[in-house]
Every structure is written in C-alpha cells, then in structure tokens.
C-alpha cells in the first residue's frame, strides 16, 4: 500500500477481553515497530520485527502482550486480559532498512485502545 | 539507557516568527535522529532525517542540526504558519539496537 495502515483506529473493550491490532507496513519493507503512546508523552517502543521473526522484544512490557508476523508482512499485536492501563494509542512503524542498519520510519495513524 | 529530553515543552508564537525546538540526548553514540511531527490523534508524519555523519539537513522552511558530541540536535523552523501547529518529536536509534527513542516532543501553536 502507500502507506502503513492500522486497524481498527478505535477498540473499546472491557477489562479482561482480548484485543489484537493489526498492522499493514508498507509494500516490501522489512522492519516493522510496533509503539505505544501515551497521552502527552513520545511513543515508547514494544517490538521490532525483522522479517518474520522479532529482533528485538525487550519493550513488551509483560506476557499478557504478544506480537506475530507470521509472512514477514502484515503484523498483529495481541493483548490478553486487557487493564485500564493499557489504555494508550498502538502505533505501528515500517522501514526498508536491511541487514540491521536501520532507515527512515514511516508511522501509522494508530490504533486507539480504551480498556473500560 | 538512552534517554532524550525535548524543550520546551510547550511553545506558542505569532504568525511569520522564526523559532527553534531543542532535542538532547545522553548517548552520543547514535545511528541516525529523526524529527517527526505529530497532530492530534493522528500518528507521526517524518520531516527530516539526519545520519550520524552528517550535521545537518533541510526541507523547505525546516532545518535539523546535529552535535554528536554534545548530545544536541535543533530543529528551526521560519517564518513560522498557522499550519505549522502540533506536535514534534525527536528520536534517536542508537548503534547496537533498533529501539528508537523519542522525546516527549514539543506543542507548538502558530497564532494567526
């Protein structure tokens, strides 16, 4: 596609349920970021992807959050047991970096999830 | 841990006023800085991005400076629109990862 495209752009859900966000990065990039942003605060980092597999996972911050890329493509952020806490906006960044070296990053506009 | 800190916070100047947003950060050993702009409930749209070779880079009313060694990057904006209302954010990625970091970023209103 153009661009990186996130759905949905809005999730309201109850606490406990089960949420996944998708991400489409765009067409032939191989690294794929997923953030989280606060209100008022900078995006704080959760997972990279390079290719299929994640290269860096450090910034899940607990097992209730996991995240697949399955075809090196599309990705899917997985929230179980939702908290009130995880109430933020997701965002999802591409590049076309390779090899490690990273290039420009193109955002999302976001997945806004509120946790009731 | 690299940490980036953005000043000011907030900013609000008049139409046609020149002005510059500050970035630092504590590891001088980055990869690249990238200035992004972000308006309100929309994600992050990228200005510039600056390699760690290099000291500086320009697009149209923007320019983006980097000081390594200082830790420093400025981003200056001229003459300055309405339309240039939001929020901007830096980020660095360091070397030996791929975790971008962003500062908190700056509000900046442009009144007509």
């Known amino acids: 596609g153009a661009g990186v495209s996130q759905t949905p752009s809005n999730k309201v859900t109850e606490k406990g349920k089960y949420v996944e966000l998708r991400c489409d990065p765009i067409?032939?990039?191989?690294?794929l970021y997923w953030y989280r942003q606060s209100l008022g605060q900078g995006p704080e980092f959760l997972i990279y992807?390079?290719?299929?597999?994640?290269?860096?996972d450090s910034g899940l911050p607990n097992d209730r959050f996991f995240a697949v890329r399955p075809e090196g493509s599309v990705s899917t952020l997985k929230i179980q047991r939702t908290e009130r806490g995880d109430s933020a906006v997701y965002l999802c960044a591409s590049s076309s970096n390779r090899a490690g070296n990273t290039g420009e990053l193109f955002f999302g506009e976001g997945s806004r999830l509120t946790v009731l | 841990k690299q940490e980036v800190t953005q000043i000011p916070a907030a900013l609000s100047v008049p139409e046609g006023e020149n002005l510059v947003l500050n970035c630092s950060f504590t590891?001088?050993?980055?990869?690249?800085l990238q200035w992004f702009r972000q308006d309100p409930g929309k994600g992050l749209t990228s200005l510039l991005l600056i390699q760690s070779s290099q000291r500086e880079q320009t697009s149209g009313r923007l320019n983006a400076s980097l000081d390594k060694s200082s830790g420093r990057s400025t981003l200056y904006i001229a003459a300055s629109q309405p339309g240039d209302s939001a929020t901007y954010l830096c980020a660095v990625i360091p070397y030996n990862n791929n975790d971008m970091r962003f500062g908190a970023g700056t509000r900046l209103t442009v009144k007509p």
């Open positions: 067409s032939g990039h191989t690294a």
């Open positions: 590891d001088s050993a980055i990869y690249n």
């Open positions: 992807f390079q290719g299929t597999g994640a290269a860096d």
